[in-house]
């Protein structure tokens, strides 16, 4: 039986999702298969079932069917998963549609406008789009934007 060198470091082994919109990766899920595996395995043994094959290899082919099992029993519970945040998925394109909708009325809608608007407070249009996005991000009701945009832009003395 070939002998295997228990000091080589194995590559790490992970499985990862990734989400992409309009084709652009905007997040992964990753899960690293190195941390799992004791949790699979914790009935570890040192050797393996059989005497014909390389017990490294061996390893590595059961890893790699189980990891594979794992994965299509997680697969509908993931779809179910997603199901649900999907439809706060939808729920959120509403807010911000509504949010963006409440901007638009309170500091117009064209560019011009905006220049116009930060030009008042000696701010950039970067400055106003960070706040425009803080302000689609936030959880909170916010009543008045425009004052929401001017103390945002007072100094404190």
């Known amino acids: ?41 914790h009935r570890k043994r040192d050797n393996s079932p059989v005497e014909w094959m390389d017990p490294t290899k061996f390893h590595s082919a059961m890893r790699a069917a189980v990891i594979r099992r794992l994965l299509q029993r997680l697969e509908p519970h993931l779809y179910q998963a997603l199901g649900d945040e999907i439809v706060k998925a939808e729920l ?27 030009a008042e407070t000696d701010n950039t249009p970067l400055d106003f789009y960070s706040f425009f996005w803080e302000y689609l991000l936030d959880d909170r009701d916010v009543i008045d934007l425009r004052k929401e945009w001017k103390a945002r832009n007072t100094l404190p003395q």
């Not at 470091?9 to 919109?21: A, D, G, I, L, P």
């Not at 394109?93 to 064209?110: C, D, H, I, P, Y």
């Open 1 to 41: 039986m070939p002998q295997t060198n228990n000091n080589k470091k194995e590559t790490q082994s992970q499985v990862r999702v990734v989400v992409e919109v309009d084709g652009n990766p905007i997040g992964s899920l990753t899960f690293d298969i190195d941390r799992l595996w004791p949790l699979i395995n």
């Open 92 to 118: 959120d394109v509403e807010t911000f549609n509504l949010k963006a909708e409440a901007a638009a009325q309170a500091f117009g809608r064209s560019k011009a406008e905006i220049d116009e608007l930060v």
